[in-house]
């Protein structure tokens, strides 16, 4: 990070052609809609881009490797476009939410016993889809019927995906993760972090997925998807398009969380407004 932060010379900003050729590959793969005002930020991340690719600088990375990017080129680029930012219980009203109002309402739409599925689209490092298996494990942990539950957590960037399957998080990580959780679900390790509980882990699968691509492959429906904190990201028409793929991957009555200062306004014929950051699939 300490690359990051450094100074830009003004030699070294990207000039209009580059940023532009920046700004296009971001839009078109990943749907991320880049201010060109941004320049000194864009210049920096590239500079980092063009250390990993071992180029000699931003704009040399960019004319070289940007304009016909193969597919290694933009997994790699993703690492350095995308804010990873998370935490656990981050939002933490859809937690609560989850817990007293979606999963009784999904099971009672289930009927007795079944699968519940959710997904969480752009997991991060996994402080998100863990707490999530564990909300599932409070609610259906004592459920009278065997209900099967499982987590599917994708991301675009594999960097991230690895950090979350290993479900090692140090104590300032675990600190917003209400006490309950991390007694039941966390085990402290002797250097003194703390990994998730195998019961945990068991429940959550992490794949890569870029939510830009044509259609999602899934061929059974998830009951809920959360896709927080990422859409802001991209333009309204990406939004759109996103939206409506994550509505398809829902089964009708089924719930989407975003984040709440997210909104999925202009979709109203396939989500119902819950309440900031819940929708609902319309149809049951
Ligand atoms: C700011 S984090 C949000 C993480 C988590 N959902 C939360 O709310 O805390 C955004 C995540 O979206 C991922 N992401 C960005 N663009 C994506 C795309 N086109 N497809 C899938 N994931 C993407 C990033 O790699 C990053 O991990």
Redesign the pocket.
Same mark, same amino acid.
């Given at each position: 990070m300490s690359n990051a932060q450094t100074a830009v010379n003004d030699s070294e900003l990207l000039d209009d052609e580059e940023l532009s050729i920046v700004q296009d590959v971001a839009r078109r #793969? =990943?749907?991320?809609d880049l201010a060109a005002n941004k320049r000194t930020m864009l210049t920096r991340r590239m500079r980092l881009f063009a250390q990993s690719q071992g180029k000699s600088s931003a704009g040399q990375v960019v004319r070289t490797s940007l304009v016909e990017p193969t597919k290694e080129v933009l997994l790699e680029l993703? !690492?350095y476009?995308?804010? $990873?930012?998370? =935490?656990f219980h981050?939002?933490s009203q859809h937690f609560e939410r989850l817990i007293d109002v979606v999963i009784p309402e999904v099971r009672k739409q289930l009927g007795r016993g079944g699968e519940l599925r959710l997904w @969480?689209?752009?997991?991060?490092?996994g402080?998100?889809p863990y707490e999530l298996a564990m909300c599932l494990e409070e609610a259906l942990g004592r459920a009278p019927q065997d209900w099967e539950r499982a987590v599917l957590a994708?991301?675009?960037?594999d960097k !991230?995906l690895e950090v979350a399957r290993l479900g090692n998080y140090d104590g300032e990580q675990v600190a917003t993760l209400p006490g309950g959780r991390l007694r039941d679900f966390m085990v402290q390790e002797k250097n003194s972090t703390f990994s998730v509980a195998p019961r945990i882990r068991n429940l959550v699968t992490f794949r890569r997925? $870029?939510?830009?691509r044509a259609t999602y492959p899934f061929r059974r429906p998830f009951q809920i998807v959360? @896709?927080? $904190? !990422?859409m802001i #990201?991209?333009s309204a028409s990406v939004r759109r398009e !996103?939206l409506s793929k994550l509505a398809g991957a829902l089964m009708p009555g089924g719930y989407l969380f975003i984040?709440r200062s997210e909104s999925a306004r202009g979709m109203e014929e396939t989500l119902r407004f819950v309440e900031p950051g819940l929708y609902r699939k319309v149809g049951n």
């Open positions: #793969y =990943f749907g991320f993703a !690492v476009l995308t804010t $990873n930012h998370t =935490f981050r939002e @969480c689209a752009a997991a991060s490092t402080q998100e994708t991301d675009i960037s !991230v997925l $870029n939510l830009m959360f @896709c927080r $904190n !990422v #990201y991209f !996103v984040g």
